[in-house]
C-alpha cells in the first residue's frame, strides 16, 4: 500500500494538523516506509510459530497467599470512637 500527497494531506485534515506541502511530502516519505516495513513482516512465513506474550521466556515468581498476621480488628473496633456493626461510623460530610 502506497500514500499519495492527497492522502496524507487528507489524513492531516482529519487529524486536525496543518502542514505544508513540504512536511507533507515528508511525511508522505515516512508513512510509506512505515507501510513498505509492515508488508515485509506480513510476508514472513509465521505458520507453526505460537504467539508469545513476551520477547523473552521469563516468569514471575509468586508467594505463597498465606495469612501471616493475626485478627486484631476487633482491636482496633474497640479505640474507634464510634462503631456500630462492626463497621466505623463517621460524622457525615455530605447532604
Do not use: C, W
Not at 53 to 77: I, K, S, W, Y
Amino acid at each position: 500500500m502506497s500514500l499519495s500527497l492527497d492522502d496524507v494531506n487528507r489524513i492531516a485534515k482529519l487529524a486536525r494538523i496543518r502542514v505544508n506541502e513540504t512536511e507533507a511530502a515528508g511525511y508522505q516519505t515516512q508513512l510509506n516506509g512505515i507501510f513498505g516495513l509492515i508488508e515485509a513482516m506480513q510476508a514472513v512465513d509465521t505458520a507453526g510459530v505460537q504467539p508469545m506474550a513476551h520477547g523473552q521466556e521469563v516468569f514471575q515468581r509468586l508467594r505463597a497467599d498465606v495469612v501471616t498476621e493475626p485478627n486484631r480488628r476487633d482491636a482496633f473496633l474497640a479505640v474507634a470512637p464510634q462503631t456500630e456493626a462492626g463497621l466505623y461510623l463517621v460524622p457525615k460530610v455530605i447532604e
